[in-house]
């Protein structure tokens, strides 16, 4: 039986840019840019529910001024 190790966001990440790579050498036979594309395109939606699942927990773990956690928003400052 061999275990399946769940994949990481970055791993996701640096996948999704090798894919893309390939894919804008042009190189490729239709088939397997087709390939690449159903791949990428899973890994980029696997990429953006990690994004937000990790925005969520942000998002519940905040701490106010007065260094009690609270339920919040996050905002960037910057923006």
Do not use: W
């Not at 791949?39 to 953006?48: I, V």
Request: some cysteine; overall charge negative.
């Amino acid at each position: 039986m061999t275990s399946k190790k769940k994949q990481t966001f970055e791993e996701g990440l640096v996948k999704l840019e090798e894919i893309i790579g390939q894919l804008e050498g042009g190189d490729l036979p239709l088939d397997k840019a087709f390939e690449y594309y159903k791949e990428g395109m899973d890994l980029s939606l696997f990429c953006q529910k990690e994004l937000t699942r990790v925005e969520e927990e942000v998002s519940k773990i905040q701490k106010d001024q007065d260094g009690e956690f609270k339920i919040s928003n996050y905002e960037s400052e910057d923006l």
